[in-house]
């Protein structure tokens, strides 16, 4: 895959939980049945952050990013 993964966030947010989908797209023969259990990716992202980054188990970099966040 050549497009960045971006895991969207609602305001007030602070844990997420999803699939590494690089992960998904080309897994690795010996874990082919625990494909979805290999990608998954679970972090958190600080209340005021609106942005923020990590990695899955195998490298792929994935962005966090906040949406719906009220203006103060």
Do not use: N
């Amino acid at each position: 895959m050549s497009e960045r993964q971006v895991i969207w966030v609602r305001a007030g947010v602070t844990t997420f939980t999803c699939l590494c989908e690089e992960c998904l797209a080309e897994p690795e023969p010996k874990v082919e049945t625990l494909a979805y259990r290999a990608a998954k990716v679970a972090g958190r992202l600080r209340a005021e952050a609106d942005v923020g980054f990590t990695r899955c188990h195998r490298g792929h970099p994935i962005s966090i990013r906040r949406v719906g966040r009220t203006a103060a």
